[in-house]
């Protein structure tokens, strides 16, 4: 097993784990609605009795919810968790890499991959994302609040 797979095997395991937590009663797809009362622009993951409920105040907040819906919902994280473990299994896997050339200041040195090496170009987006996740805050932030002096 590589460092590699084993960040990215975490980043599956972490984005899985908060992704079925999320998922209240099943609810894996979260859509833009409306508030009953206000109509206030919102994403919920259920019209009739929503457990999320998440309204945004940014200034292309329309954009937002829909960006919340297409790619925050549960069944976005899962799938990602399962694209992860499979890049995590191909890595492990993969013993032969795409066209190998030996470099030309350094004949002793072994083949090595050439720049757009298939198996290196998919490690590398697969640690990116492994990583975004990875370093994603997931704790109460810091209190800012003031203190007596
Ligand atoms: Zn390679």
Redesign the pocket.
């Known amino acids: 097993m590589t460092d590699a797979a084993t960040e990215i095997r975490a980043a599956a395991q972490k984005l899985r784990t908060l992704a079925t937590a999320a998922a209240h009663e099943d609810r894996t797809r979260w859509e833009v609605g409306y508030t009953l009362g206000s109509k206030s622009r919102v994403v919920v993951d259920n019209h009739e009795r929503p457990t999320v409920l998440i309204e945004s105040w940014a200034a292309h907040r329309e954009q937002v919810d829909d960006y919340l819906a297409a790619f925050a919902s549960p069944v976005v994280g899962l799938a990602v968790a399962d694209w992860l473990e499979h890049e995590a299994d191909a890595i492990d896997t993969v013993t032969t ?2 066209v ?1 050339e030996y470099p030309d200041d350094d004949p002793d040195e072994g083949p ?3 720049d757009e ?5 998919a ?1 590398r987006h697969a640690l990116a994302v492994a990583r975004a996740i990875n370093s994603a805050a997931t704790k109460e932030p810091a209190c800012t609040a003031p203190t007596a002096s």
Not at 117 to 121: D, L, W, Y
Request: proline share 0%; hydrophobic share 25%.
């Open positions: 890499h795409d190998a090595q991959c050439v090496c298939g198996a290196c170009t490690e």
